[in-house]
């Protein structure tokens, strides 16, 4: 029961291009989302949310686009970088109280920005 | 991922004996979550612990698996008698109030011999 997916296991972008990473969900009790990206042998590391009242949520390079209606999610990275080279993670949570709630993550996405 | 701090990084146990994972929080931060990953998948959601208080347990095993957050310490988290398929990395993240995004430590990556 896979209720977040990312149905691309890896991606291949060149340096300077857009780099667009997608998700798909099924519970529509899900009302808050979030991007991490995660390094070998380190953690997750926070990137960027959005809530379910919103379609579209910007900061810096990063921008997550919400479509509700299709239950999709999707994070653009302009312009990538070398150093965006690590696996991303789409989280889903129910209510907007995401730190008092369980996130359920995507399989993730390898991201391989080539120079 | 400074700040939210998990001891030990690598932990190699044989089989039946017991592990102890532990998380200690960023500071402030009063909400603990454990997440575990098998290879090649995402993180899975076991246990959510305030203060000596477990909230949501909904993805712990029903058996050998346990966690804890008492009032002075880390949290716990504690597999007894471990088995092959227990081998994982698993992940503690923690959060100060409920409108801020939980923060990952960099996880205890459990190998059974």
């Known amino acids: 029961d896979q209720q977040v997916k990312q149905n691309s296991p890896s991606l291949s972008v060149q340096e300077g291009r857009i780099s667009i990473l997608n998700c798909d969900y099924t519970n529509s009790m899900f009302d808050y989302f979030l991007w991490y990206k995660k390094y070998p042998a380190e953690g997750p590391t926070f990137l960027i949310s959005i809530s379910s009242i919103k379609d579209k949520n910007e900061d810096g390079r990063f921008t997550v686009f919400l479509n509700k209606s299709a239950k999709h999610l999707s994070l653009h990275i302009v312009p990538s970088q070398p150093g965006d080279s690590a696996v991303y993670f789409c989280a889903a949570s129910e209510g907007e109280t995401q730190g008092a709630q369980k996130l359920v993550f995507g399989q993730g996405t390898r991201l391989t920005i080539n120079p | 991922n400074a700040g939210v701090m998990q001891n030990p990084r690598h932990l190699v146990r044989r089989r039946g004996q017991e592990a102890r994972l532990r998380c200690s929080p960023m500071k402030g931060h009063s909400h603990v979550y454990w997440y575990r990953q098998l290879p090649e998948e995402g993180l899975k959601f076991m246990v959510y612990?305030?203060?000596?208080?477990?909230?949501?347990e909904s993805g712990m095993p029903k058996e050998r698996f346990s966690a804890e957050f008492p009032k002075e310490g880390p949290s716990i988290l504690r597999i007894q008698q471990v088995v092959r398929g227990d081998s994982a990395a698993y992940f503690c993240?923690?959060?100060?109030?409920?409108?801020?995004?939980?923060?990952f430590g960099d996880g205890t990556r459990l190998s059974i011999l």
């Open positions: 993240a923690t959060s100060g109030q409920v409108n801020q995004p939980q923060h």
């Open positions: 612990l305030q203060k000596e208080n477990i909230i949501d």
